[in-house]
């Protein structure tokens, strides 16, 4: 059984760069067989894709935030890694990370996201 | 951007009612179109992939339908544990976006 985790700091200072990292147990991000996103949820609020990584490198990020997004991976310890830079209130949110299986052939993002951390609130503030 | 619009919102539901949520698309997303459910205080869960498929473990009485700009997803006989807030999803267009979720609320 697939699992995964958030870790990071529940604080972040205005203007400065958020971190959160996914440590994912019962299979492998390399596999190929699966896309990894990040999903932001603002309080009392709806669901935002912020993006994805697939094991070869390829991301993609939410338009709304791609300058100040990185989503990176570290195949050696199973895990993968968020960075939002420039923070402000309104990245106040509960961050999970998330697992989609490929289901095209082609290389054209997640379908749908079947796997998700339990959330990592992070709130920014001075 | 494609805009999810769900509806009604919130839903008053009793015990044992056929419950019926609607999400429309600002555009077709064909059939790529999923359901998730989401407590207060935990991750969403994915009901439906694909429209009309339900995801491995979820009860039957949870169904998916619909294709291009119209879904539905029917809880045919409503539990206690369903009270929560579900949320549509479309994976047609390169972002991928939610609509605002519908909550179900007792009656």
């Known amino acids: 059984q697939v699992q995964l985790q958030e870790s990071g700091p529940g604080l972040v200072k205005p203007s400065q760069t958020l971190s959160l990292t996914c440590i994912v147990s019962g299979g492998s991000i390399s596999s190929g067989a699966y896309y990894w996103s990040w999903i932001r949820q603002h309080p009392g609020k709806g669901l935002e894709w912020i993006g994805y990584i697939y094991y070869t490198g390829t991301t993609y990020y939410n338009p709304s935030l791609e300058s100040r997004v990185t989503i990176s991976m570290d195949t050696s310890k199973n895990q993968f890694s968020l960075r939002l830079t420039s923070v402000s209130a309104a990245d106040t949110a509960v961050y999970y990370c998330v697992r989609s299986p490929r289901i095209a052939a082609a290389e054209t993002g997640p379908y749908h996201f079947d796997y998700w951390g339990q959330g990592a609130l992070v709130t920014v503030s001075s | ?107």
């Open chain 2, 1 to 107: 951007d494609i805009q999810m619009t769900q509806s009604p919102s919130p839903l008053s539901a009793s015990i044992g009612d056929r419950v019926t949520i609607t999400c429309r698309a600002s555009q077709s997303v064909s059939s790529y179109l999923n359901w998730y459910q989401q407590k207060p205080g935990k991750a969403p869960r994915l009901l439906i992939y694909s429209a009309s498929s339900l995801q491995s473990g979820v009860p039957s009485r949870f169904s998916g339908s619909g294709s291009g700009t119209d879904f539905t997803l029917t809880i045919s006989s409503l539990q206690p544990e369903d009270f929560a807030t579900y949320y549509c999803q479309q994976s047609y267009s390169s972002l991928r976006t939610f609509g605002q979720g519908t909550k179900v609320e007792i009656k």
